[in-house]
């Protein structure tokens, strides 16, 4: 059991190394090259290599207690596992109550819905398409080139009957109430009497296809809603990690245990006969050297009668 429970932690510490070492290598490769330029990829280059050390680092802990048995650095791994599995457990929670609000509105005859801002919880608003945040999502949002898939759409009836996603929808087109005309799904012209609504994003519309509608607030809520998925599916993903990280500290206590019992059945004896020989000895040389600094000698070669009563007899 104890093998086994050795052998399955090294392979999962094995894979959590690689995964390390994969993030480092992506975190340097987006730095160096010139892809590495713009600010979305800039922007995740330090998590990923932050996150790449950590689990470098977490990993070699595993490999070299499990491997090597030192209890005392599968104690230190067995730590951060916890404060890994609070974590985790904590964010699961947190994602779940501030992406418990968001519902869309189905627009008559066409395959998607418009996102209002007001759907979506304080939190989200406030720390998520805030103005500093936004710049790099937006660029996050150009690099990806989302908006060019929907230039398959040939005319308006196959625009139309696509079911897009909330960023196409917030971000690639005007709000449906501004009864824009389409050109085509990237290009939109407004009404000769002027937009259908008062909405600020059908000003801020441009056919700029740098530009297109990453500056509305329905493409905010599109961001938002796509988030409000992604972090739910992340909450999902972070109670199987749960389980996943709890079976890594759970072969980790079985090696602990195997080896404290092993060192315990087989070494016992001689700690024992160590500590109360040391313990002796530190009594005998008290009481002689007190008395006359010289017969400490008698001390030491006592010490060395105890040790071979204890260890050879």
């Not at 922007?43 to 689990?55: E, S």
């Not at 709000?175 to 000003?203: E, H, I, M, R």
């Not at 599109?222 to 599916?233: A, F």
């Not at 972070?238 to 996943?244: E, G, K």
Request: aromatic share 12%; with cysteine; charged share 15%.
């Amino acid at each position: 059991m104890a093998k086994t429970s050795n052998v399955l932690t090294t392979i999962l510490n094995v894979l959590t190394l690689l995964l390390g070492v994969l993030l480092i290598f992506g975190a340097i490769w987006t730095t160096v090259h010139p892809g590495g330029e713009t600010l979305c990829e800039k922007t995740f280059a330090k998590p990923y290599l932050f996150t790449g050390i950590f689990l470098v680092v977490l990993a070699v802990l595993g490999i070299v207690g499990a491997t090597f048995k030192i209890n005392a650095i599968l104690y230190i791994y067995s730590a951060v596992l916890l404060i890994i599995i609070l974590g985790l457990l904590a964010f699961a929670i947190f994602a779940l109550v501030v992406t418990n609000k968001g519902i869309g509105k189905a627009v008559s005859g066409q395959g998607f819905q418009d996102y209002r801002i007001g759907d979506y919880s304080k939190w989200l608003k406030k720390h998520v398409v805030n103005e500093n945040n936004w710049a790099k999502i937006k660029s996050c949002l150009s690099d990806s080139r989302i908006c060019m898939a929907l230039a398959q759409s040939k005319n308006s009836g196959d625009f139309y009957r696509r079911n897009l996603n909330p960023l196409e929808s917030g971000c690639c087109k005007p709000p449906g109430d501004c009864k824009f005309l389409f050109v085509n799904a990237t290009y939109w012209q407004a009404p000769k009497s002027g937009p259908g609504s008062n909405d600020p994003d059908c000003a801020t519309w441009s056919n700029n296809q740098k530009k297109l509608c990453y500056n509305c607030g329905s493409c905010k809520v599109g961001v938002l809603t796509n988030m409000r998925h992604l972090w739910r599916g992340f909450a999902v993903l972070n109670f199987s990690i749960l389980i996943f990280v709890i079976l890594v500290a759970v072969q980790s206590e079985t090696i602990k245990r195997y080896q404290n019992h092993v060192i315990s059945r087989y070494l016992g004896p001689w700690i024992e006969a160590a500590c109360l020989c040391s313990n002796l000895c530190s009594r005998l040389f008290t009481l002689v050297c007190f008395d006359d600094i010289r017969v400490c000698k008698i001390g030491v070669r006592t010490f060395l009668t105890l040790i071979k009563t204890f260890v050879f007899s």
